[in-house]
Every structure is written in structure tokens, then in C-alpha cells.
T-cell receptor, first 116, second 111 residues
Framework: GAVVSQHPSWVICKSGTSVKIECRSL??????MFWYRQFPKQSLMLMAT?????????EQGVEKDKFLINHASLTLSTLTVTSAHPEDSSFYIC????????????FGPGTRLLVL | AQRVTQPEKLLSVFKGAPVELKCNYS??????LFWYVQYSRQRLQLLLR??SRESIKGFTADLNKGETSFHLKKPFAQEEDSAMYYC?????????????FGEGTQLTVNP
């Protein structure tokens, strides 16, 4: 149980386009979802926290208008990278916490984004 | 501010040897500490939590508030333990608390 999926697993796009990444909790209701960014050989950096039905809370230094997060249901959150540029190329990982075990996060497999 | 430090980026041991992955934290409140593991080409997964005081795959970790440490230990390392290990700190006050991750330690267990 507690499986989180991400789609797509990798994406290549042209500079200036927008890319949407989906994060789904497959077998549980996720009251909170988190979005992380990971650069090669570095740790996970939290970008934002989203609670179902409310606006996401962004970490300091993360542009809200650049990284749009929507958490419209208890099983789906989306991250849209708007007007992507090569410096946005990274590995994006989502996680979700279960309503009944809020302190534990379950991670998705990640999405590799390459902006040309 | 929350901070997690894993001083060793790389750690290499031989099979059967004891292993200890160090983790120190900085936090003014009541900490919740976790160890996550990422095997090659797999997603990050929870290894253990300090609050549950359980042993998973032979690994244990004790929270030492005096030394602000949460080192991960295993008495006899196995080759399948080779992976990336992340120590993480949670605040614990609210549901779905955010985590602060350390830089990670790449453990290699040699045959």
C-alpha cells in the first residue's frame, strides 16, 4: 500500500513551453503533497507543500508563478513549469502523506525534465 | 532554522563489517527524525523513524538529543545495503509536516 505515481517519468521540451507533471496517490487519500527538486548528486530540495483544496505553500526562493501547483483532489496534485528554460532542467519528485499517518511521506519515482 | 548534516558523502565497507552513517541535526523544537533509502534506479523509501524505535533490515538509529544526532547503524553490512541514504528532519507540529533532508551518504558494501 501507499503507492505514489508520477507522470510522465521523463519529458523533453523546448525553451519557452510549459510542462505539467502529475502526482497521484494510487491507494490512499493524500491530504498533503510535497514537491521536491533534485539536482545531480545533490539532496532533495523542498519546493512547495500543497494541501487538498487550498493554495500551495512555497519555500523561500521558489517562484509561485513559475511553478504552478494544483491539488484539486485527495489523490492528484500537478506541478506546471511555466515558460521553461534550460536552468529548469532537473529531477522533480513528489511525495504524499496519508491522512491517518501524516508524519510519513511516500515518494513518487520522479520526473526527469530536460529543457532544450 | 532546520538543518540536517550528513558529513560523509561516500562510505565504503566490506560485507560483514559494521556500518554507521552519521546524521546531525539542528532544530529548536521537538524533532522527528527519519532515514530514507534510495536503491539504484528506485524511488526514495522510508527506512525507519525514530519515533517507532524499530529495526528495519537490521538497521537501527537512536535519537541522541544531547548530541543532536541520529546515526544509522548496522552490525553486519550486506551487499544489498548498497544505496543512497538520506537523513531527514520533520517538525512534527502539523499534519503532513515538511521534511528537511541531509545531503545523503552513498553506501557501498564490497564483497
Amino acid at each position: 500500500g501507499a503507492v505514489v505515481s508520477q507522470h510522465p517519468s521523463w519529458v523533453i521540451c523546448k525553451s519557452g513551453t510549459s510542462v505539467k507533471i502529475e502526482c497521484r496517490s494510487l491507494d490512499f487519500q493524500a491530504t498533503t503533497m510535497f514537491w521536491y527538486r533534485q539536482f545531480p548528486k545533490q539532496s532533495l530540495m523542498l519546493m512547495a507543500t500543497s494541501n487538498e483544496g487550498s493554495k500551495a505553500t512555497y519555500e523561500q526562493g521558489v517562484e509561485k508563478d513559475k511553478f504552478l501547483i494544483n491539488h484539486a483532489s485527495l489523490t492528484l496534485s500537478t506541478l506546471t513549469v511555466t515558460s521553461a528554460h534550460p536552468e529548469d532542467s532537473s529531477f522533480y519528485i513528489c511525495s504524499a502523506s496519508h491522512r491517518d499517518r501524516a508524519e510519513t511521506q511516500y515518494f513518487g519515482p520522479g520526473t526527469r525534465l530536460l529543457v532544450l | 532554522a532546520q538543518r540536517v548534516t550528513q558529513p560523509e558523502k561516500l562510505l565504503s565497507v566490506f560485507k560483514g563489517a559494521p556500518v554507521e552513517l552519521k546524521c546531525n541535526y539542528s532544530y529548536s523544537g521537538s524533532p522527528e527524525l527519519f532515514w530514507y533509502v534510495q536503491y539504484s534506479r528506485q524511488r526514495l523509501q522510508l527506512l525507519l523513524r525514530h519515533i517507532s524505535r524499530e529495526s528495519i533490515k537490521g538497521f537501527t538509529a537512536d535519537l541522541n538529543k544531547g548530541e543532536t544526532s541520529f546515526h544509522l547503524k548496522k552490525p553486519f553490512a550486506q551487499e544489498e545495503d548498497s544505496a543512497m541514504y538520506y537523513c531527514a528532519l520533520g517538525g512534527g507540529e502539523t499534519s503532513g509536516s515538511r521534511l528537511t533532508f541531509g545531503e545523503g551518504t552513498q553506501l557501498t558494501v564490497n564483497p
